[in-house]
């Protein structure tokens, strides 16, 4: 059975009359990357802040490791959560050092591993100051892996980065879930950033979950398709294996069936008719994963 790293339940956080995060329901497990998605001010911070133990829920419950919050549970996080808050005249690796001597961690050897692990050279005297938004993210995500976490929270990572800054962000990310085996939790508005990494998704809107899908479930619904409503799916289905060669298709309410393969309706129509099989409707369904997700949050565009 997979062990949920992340549960969610029921949880609310209200600003005198602003209901941030409004009785969501959410599951991560073990081994996810977690794609939290939605428009600006749709409650994404403030769930991950609430994760991370950075602020109190108003009410309801947040179980981590398959335990409620703890210090020991708490250890097991890392999060890079809005500001990393980095000393802007001390270089990459004395950034490192600073924490890890807070963290009380002695082991320098996991600085260098960390640093080089994020693409960033832990002898560069470079200071921070001087950093492209891109190396200041990757850090972030260095000193957040201080202390090795299970469980990893990015809020909005590669916000503001170009396509290469983009690039080098989901390689770290894929590099530490699948072999750091490190449970990614990552927010972002903007769906295609994540959709070549996340196996998971969760849809916030207004404060609410809209959704929570995998990728798999998701590539499903995303998939152009005929739709064909029939007087008997059985019958119109053994005709259309048999005559048209039709094999990838699933069945729907009010014997609606789709098809996935590459089809002609009109071949399709043909065929039904010429053997008494009535059709009620039949329409091609296109829809594109950006359009799946503008339509779930609520926006045409991504602000
Ligand atoms: P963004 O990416 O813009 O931060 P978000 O999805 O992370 O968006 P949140 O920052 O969680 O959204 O904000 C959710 C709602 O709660 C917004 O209406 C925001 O104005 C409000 N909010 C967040 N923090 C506070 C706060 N400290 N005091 C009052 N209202 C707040």
């Known amino acids: 059975m997979s062990e949920n790293i992340v549960e969610i339940i029921d949880l609310c956080k209200t600003y005198k009359d602003t209901k941030a995060v409004d009785h969501i329901h959410m599951t991560i497990q073990k081994g996810d990357i977690y794609g939290f998605i939605g428009r600006n001010g749709a409650g994404k911070s403030t ?55 807070a963290m009380g961690l002695k082991d320098k050897e996991k600085i260098n591993e960390y ?13 921070v100051k001087k950093f492209s938004l891109g190396m200041k993210q990757r850090l972030g995500i260095a000193l957040a892996l201080l202390g090795n976490p299970d469980l990893l929270i990015l809020d909005e990572p590669i916000n503001g980065l170009d396509p290469e800054g983009i690039r080098e962000i989901r390689e770290v990310i894929q590099y530490l879930n699948e072999t750091k085996k490190i449970t990614i939790l990552i927010s972002s508005h903007i769906l295609l950033e994540l959709s070549k990494i996340a196996t998971r998704y969760g849809i916030i809107r207004n404060g609410q979950m809209i959704e929570e899908i995998s990728a798999k479930e998701l590539d499903e619904k995303c998939r152009n398709y005929l739709s064909v409503k029939v007087s008997s799916a059985d019958r119109a289905l ?32 043909s065929l039904l008719s010429q053997h008494d099989i009535q059709i009620y409707q039949i329409y091609y369904q296109k829809q594109d994963l950006e359009s799946y997700f503008l339509e779930k949050t609520g926006g045409n565009n991504h602000d």
């Not at 398959?66 to 990393?84: D, K, M, V, Y």
């Not at 048209?244 to 699933?250: A, C, F, P, Q």
């Open 47 to 101: 769930t991950l802040k609430m994760i991370a133990g950075m602020i109190f829920p108003t009410s309801g419950e947040i179980r981590l490791f398959g335990e409620a919050r703890n210090q020991f549970t708490a250890r097991r996080i890392g999060s890079l959560i809005e500001n990393p808050g980095l000393y802007p005249n001390l270089s990459a690796f004395d950034n490192m050092n600073l924490k890890a001597i």
């Open 115 to 127: 640093l080089h692990l994020v693409q960033l050279d832990p002898q560069d005297k470079k200071i």
């Open 238 to 269: 053994s005709l259309l294996e048999e005559n048209l060669d039709i094999h990838d298709y699933t069945i729907h309410e009010n014997n609606e069936i789709r098809l996935y393969d590459d089809i002609e309706s009109a071949a399709v129509t």
